[in-house]
């Protein structure tokens, strides 16, 4: 067996700063809001994380969308976004606000909507696969078959 001594490399790797004018708007993105990447497989190396920044604009309605086998994390930092999924085949809205912590598992179909007439709503993302997964979907009710195989898994 090998040992690794401390005081080599493998001990001792990067730190990746990523300041926050520099993200970077080349990611995947949906209409009607403005994904900035901070921290990718792509862009630090990152192998188990995806980080950025969601921005929605006063009165803006983002596309719907989900984010493929990733778990998503999201914080919110300013403005009051709303937060669409379907439950028993209705829509229903969860309201934020500064603080709050939303959750979204995979797969799962959401939209995001900014009902403020002048105020941007800005919020933190993580997700758990390197890179910012993100497919569009032309509705809510648009058949996502993975999700139908996650759902049947959790049932057993």
């Known amino acids: 067996m090998t040992s690794i001594d401390p005081g080599t490399a493998a001990w ?10 520099t993200l970077s708007a080349e990611t995947a993105q949906t209409p009607g809001m403005q994904r ?26 983002s596309g719907d969308h989900h984010h493929g086998e990733a778990e998503t994390g999201i914080y919110v930092v300013s403005g009051h976004p709303v937060f669409v999924f379907l439950r028993d085949d209705v829509e229903e809205r969860v309201e934020t606000q500064p603080g709050d912590y939303i959750y979204v598992p995979p797969y799962v179909p959401h939209r995001e909507e900014n009902p403020s007439p002048d105020e941007p709503a800005v919020v933190v993302l993580a997700r758990s696969t390197q890179e910012g997964i993100v497919v569009n979907l032309p509705s809510l009710r648009a058949h996502v078959p993975e999700l139908d195989r996650r759902i049947a898994e959790l049932a057993r």
């Open 36 to 61: 900035y990447e901070a921290i990718s497989g792509a862009r630090n190396g990152s192998q188990k994380i995806w980080m950025g920044e969601n921005h929605v604009a006063p009165g803006m309605v």
């Open 12 to 21: 001792h790797r990067q730190l990746h700063h990523t300041a926050g004018g």
